[in-house]
């Protein structure tokens, strides 16, 4: 059986930390492993905090569309947002160096891609779509 739930997120942080707090309450999220919960946790505010901080040129509110879908074996989370056009999957990982030598950022994309079982992306009607699908522990 798959259970979607479906969000829409303004571009502000504040809203982000919210959203993050009711997926939690979720039944089905409650039911998932510490380790997929952190998975889910973690490509959620990772992800949604690119599009808020680097998806818009202008300054104004727009919606990021959020869905959080769970079957058995495992789940699905896609963001959907209008801003200018990015694929994370084509992001370079971050160069290896020292703590004190490494730019700040940049490490979110590679975690989650890291940690996630499959991203994809697609441009669709002027949107940018980023499904991820997590395995279950």
Do not use: W
């Not at 259970?3 to 959203?19: A, R, T, V």
């Not at 905090?49 to 989370?77: A, M, W």
């Not at 940690?115 to 697609?122: A, C, D, F």
């Amino acid at each position: 059986m798959y259970k979607e739930f479906l969000f829409h997120l303004p571009n502000d942080i504040g809203k982000l930390m919210q959203l993050a707090a009711e997926i939690r309450q979720l039944k089905e999220y409650g039911d998932l492993s510490p380790k997929t919960q952190y998975v889910l946790d973690l490509a959620l505010e990772e992800m949604a905090t690119n599009i808020i901080k680097y998806g818009y040129d202008e300054p104004g509110t727009r919606t990021i569309e959020i869905s959080v879908g769970f079957n058995q074996k495992d789940l699905r989370l896609v963001l959907s947002d209008d801003g200018h056009e990015f694929n994370p999957l084509e992001a370079q990982a971050p160069a290896e160096a020292g703590i004190e030598e490494r730019d700040i950022g940049g490490m979110g994309i590679y975690l989650t891609r890291n940690l996630v079982r499959s991203m994809e992306y697609e441009r669709k009607e002027n949107r940018n779509v980023l499904s991820i699908c997590i395995d279950k522990e």
